[in-house]
């Protein structure tokens, strides 16, 4: 990766930063220490307007249901400032006009709506014969109200309400409710009001459109009702013919906002005085010679570009490009769950891919559920990303199941190329205290490279990961060897720890500052971590044997409970067995293999603080990332 720094005449901006995105190389950059001899930004206002125009053409999208999914490219030139403002004028003036049509269907809706439920309320009035607009309102003298009780409360409320003067009167019973309109004279309120409501009275609203007997009311609402729906229906076809008029302009106006949307990424990165421009990034070394030719086919030889190699104080800027084949993909998508490789670090993705595959069968090793794995990776669709891990963790299952002999827990089957779990369970748990150290060699191994190739040497060779750390954990494993043969520590043991320790120990000092006693306390606690990290480190890789003497074990206690049913009984159980542990421990294996990878592989070597590499492209233009 190089340093570019392009300087162009402003007036050339939009055409280089077209070109810039056809490469598909330049990852721009702030010029930020130019700011006092550039500062100007001349794109400011061609970005302003470009988003102006974006925000508009989405809704206008929107209202006319346009996909750009299955569209042609478009033919791909710069667009100037003066064409971005015509448009944007254009797009606001359509969309006054589309919003118009769409506020007026919307209103015809709501109307239509509203005397649909007007209409539905009237019901419970029909069979009234009285002014509604009089009952609503009352009289001067007289208290009217309607609504609802229980149809067995109507005798004793109305009862009840004779004795204060009032009288009630049934006009409609449904669904065991009795509609009443209720009259007295006014001024006894207070009594009326508690038998109301020991009866489980419900009044019911009268709409304030309801002005005249029912009959009279309906055929007002149902005029209104046509009429709304009239509107609703030439509001409607409005609206399809301007989506129709304005289908072939959009179209236009979204090819010009993919011209323009380089040009508006790039305009606060964009630096000037007077009519000189500058822009850095970052470019490919391998591609700084497309780069030129691209430029120099838009733009002549209106521009100079100068190129540097990266310095060190720019490694953590520098953006990383990693490629990866189509069977690495979901493994990369992973390793960045966790960062992105800073520039010169090692890449983990190769090595993750490996190691994953390998624990993920260890643990899961059965030739039944892995082909099971295998067959969901090659024909689910949903799964299709995930297909290549899926795949090859499906093949490295069925391979250690062959290794242990395993066909859906059953292993009676096949004999075991190496041996089943159970029968050896110490064994197991050696092999994966085995395969732990070389993991925790192999990272510790990475995480030197990678101090070397940041210049950090002092690191590289004494740090608690460097090379002294390294010689120290080889010590501390030949040391536990000793003393698990039962041959004593030994002279060369301890030697073999104490010595790298000790440069561990003055690493740790000379890079703590402060008063003594906060010095002696901090590097006794990070070099006690150190010893421990290295022991609970690797004692962390049992878990791999004990998830593939646990396979086993759910299995037998499958086969258990299968034993215990009849005939019938017993498949269905061992069927359903297989799925839960297909399913719950498959999906156990794979968090705690990953877990693995990470604390254990990761933070050792990884530290994930890379910038990605994202050149300007077309990308973020309308026809490539909306789809209305």
């Known amino acids: 990766m190089q340093f570019a720094t392009l300087y162009l005449l402003r007036e050339d901006a939009p055409a280089a930063a077209h070109a810039l995105a056809q490469s598909g190389a330049f990852v721009p950059e702030d010029a930020a220490a130019a700011q006092g001899t550039l500062p100007d930004l001349p794109g400011a206002r061609f970005r302003e307007i470009y988003h102006s125009a974006r925000t508009r053409l989405e809704k206008l999208l929107t209202y006319c249901n346009l996909n750009f999914a299955q569209l042609a490219p478009p033919i791909l030139k710069p667009v100037a400032e003066v064409d971005l403002a015509r448009l944007d004028i254009w797009l606001g003036q359509a969309w006054t006009e589309c919003s118009q049509h769409q506020e007026d269907v919307r209103r015809c809706e709501e109307q239509t709506r509203h005397y649909q439920a007007l209409l539905k309320s009237l019901d419970a009035f029909a069979q009234l014969d009285i002014d509604l607009g009089m009952l609503r309102h009352g009289g001067r003298f007289l208290d009217l109200r309607v609504g609802f009780i229980a149809t067995q409360e109507t005798a004793r409320l109305a009862a009840a309400l004779a004795l204060a003067g009032y009288v009630l009167e049934v006009y409609r019973m449904e669904g065991g409710q009795s509609h009443c309109i209720l009259a007295g004279s006014r001024g006894h309120e207070a009594e009326v009001l508690p038998l109301l409501s020991a009866s489980g009275w419900r009044a019911l609203d009268i709409p304030p459109e309801f002005v005249g007997r029912p009959e009279t009311i309906r055929a007002h609402l149902s005029e209104g009702l046509a009429s ?237 990961r460097g090379v002294a750390g390294m010689v120290f954990y080889l010590g501390l494993i030949y040391a536990a060897y000793r003393m698990a043969n039962g041959f004593g520590l030994g002279v060369v043991a301890a030697a073999w720890m104490l010595v790298p320790f000790a440069f561990i120990l003055r690493h740790l000092w000379h890079a703590q500052h402060g008063p003594l006693g906060e010095r002696i306390l901090v590097v006794a606690v990070e070099a006690l971590e150190t010893a421990l990290n290295y022991i609970a480190n690797t004692l962390s890789f049992l878990r791999v044997a004990a998830f593939s003497l646990n396979h086993v074990a759910l299995a037998v206690a499958v086969f258990a409970l299968a034993h215990m049913m009849g005939n019938t009984g017993h498949w269905i159980t061992v069927v359903l067995g297989n799925v839960f542990i297909l399913v719950m421990e498959g999906g156990i294996v794979a968090i705690q293999v990953l877990r693995l990878e990470y604390y254990e592989g990761f933070s050792r070597f990884f530290q994930g603080t890379g910038k990605a590499y994202q050149p300007l492209q077309f990308a973020s233009s309308i026809t490539q990332s909306k789809n209305a």
């Open 228 to 464: 709304a729906t009239s509107h609703h229906a030439q509001s409607c076809k409005l609206m399809a013919h301007s989506q129709e008029i304005h289908r072939t302009q959009l179209i236009e106006a979204a090819h010009t906002l993919h011209n323009a949307a380089p040009h508006a990424e790039l305009a606060n990165l964009l630096r000037a005085r007077g009519g000189l421009s500058v822009v850095n990034g970052w470019v490919p070394k391998r591609q700084t010679v497309a780069l030129r030719s691209t430029l120099a086919e838009a733009i002549a030889n209106r521009y100079l570009i100068t190129l540097r190699d990266p310095l060190p104080g720019e490694m953590q800027r520098v953006p990383s490009l990693s490629r990866h084949p189509g069977w690495l993909q979901p493994f990369a998508a992973l390793v960045k769950n966790y960062g992105v490789p800073r520039y010169g670090e090692i890449d983990p993705t190769p090595l993750f891919a490996i190691s994953f595959i390998a624990m993920f069968g260890m643990m899961f090793g059965d030739i039944g559920h892995g082909a099971l794995i295998l067959l969901a990776g090659l024909w689910l669709r949903p799964l299709a990303f995930a297909r290549p891990m899926l795949v090859a963790a499906g093949v490295s299952s069925m391979l250690f199941g062959w290794a242990y002999g395993s066909l859906f827990g059953f292993e009676e089957i096949i004999h075991p190329l190496w041996l089943a779990p159970l029968s050896d369970p110490t064994r197991m748990l050696m092999v994966a205290l085995y395969w732990g150290i070389g993991f925790i060699l192999i990272a510790t191994t990475l995480t030197i490279i990678n101090h070397l190739a940041d210049g950090e040497t002092t690191e590289a060779w004494f740090g608690a």
